[in-house]
Each structure stands twice: as structure tokens, then as C-alpha cells.
């Protein structure tokens, strides 16, 4: 049974930093594709960052670039998204997902999470 949980989120002001883990139990990270996906209020779900864990490539949101960084810790079957310089269109309630098709399929973060699944709960960010 894949279960991905995250935690992390938070109240911040606009400018400070939060960093967002994934933590996976009964699914090996160590040769996946992993992502973090957002959703605010009246909002469609949007990519935020992907990181495919065999080879440490990286996908982002334009929006994000340069501020968001995800990683990967192996020996923790887990995930991070490093949020730095976060703004007020940053909140949002926070996803992680792992790829549905394995490690070789051509995800993309623009997609929306369309091709992800064994969703976590979620975790609530938000920027004053």
C-alpha cells in the first residue's frame, strides 16, 4: 500500500522560506518520478516541481524558477520542495504525487499532475 505524506506548510510572510518533505512508505523513491503539485482556492490544480529520483533531473513552474528547489533524500524515502523568497500567490495547499508510468516517461511539470497519482493529503501554505 503507496501512501506519501506531507508536512511542512505553514503561516510565513512574503519573502521568508518554508521547506515542504514527502515522506513515502510502501513505494521506493529511489527510482521514480516524484512531484509537487499546488491548489488554491477556486484555482486548477498547477505543477510545481518534479524530480526524477534515478538521475536527479528537475522540472519547475516558470513561477517558481529560482526560488523553489526539490530534492531528494534517499535514505529517508523522501522528498523536499525548498520554498525561498515565497510570495502571496505562493498559498496554496501543497501536494506531493509519485508518476504513474515509471521513471522513463516523458512527465512534464506543466501538465498538471495529470499523469501522477497516490496522492497525498496535503499541506496548507500560506503568505502574508
Known amino acids: 500500500h503507496v501512501q506519501l505524506v506531507e508536512s511542512g506548510g505553514g503561516l510565513v510572510q512574503a519573502g521568508g522560506s518554508l521547506r515542504l518533505s514527502c515522506a513515502a512508505s510502501?513505494?521506493?523513491?529511489?527510482?521514480?518520478?516524484m512531484g509537487w503539485f499546488r491548489q488554491a482556492p477556486g484555482k486548477r490544480r498547477e505543477g510545481v516541481a518534479i524530480?526524477?529520483?534515478?538521475?536527479?533531473?528537475?522540472d519547475y513552474a516558470e513561477s517558481v524558477k529560482g526560488r523553489f528547489t526539490i530534492s531528494q533524500e534517499n535514505a529517508k524515502n523522501t522528498v523536499h520542495l525548498q520554498m525561498n523568497s515565497l510570495e502571496p500567490e505562493d498559498t496554496a495547499m501543497y501536494y506531493c504525487?509519485?508518476?504513474?508510468?515509471?521513471?522513463?516517461?516523458?512527465?512534464?511539470?506543466?501538465?498538471?499532475?495529470?499523469?501522477?497519482?497516490?496522492w497525498g493529503q496535503g499541506t496548507q501554505v500560506t503568505v502574508s
Open positions: 510502501g513505494y521506493s523513491l529511489s527510482s521514480a518520478c
Open positions: 524530480i526524477w529520483t534515478d538521475r536527479g533531473f528537475t
Open positions: 504525487a509519485a508518476g504513474l508510468y515509471g521513471s522513463n516517461w516523458h512527465y512534464d511539470v506543466k501538465k498538471g499532475g495529470t499523469d501522477f497519482g497516490n
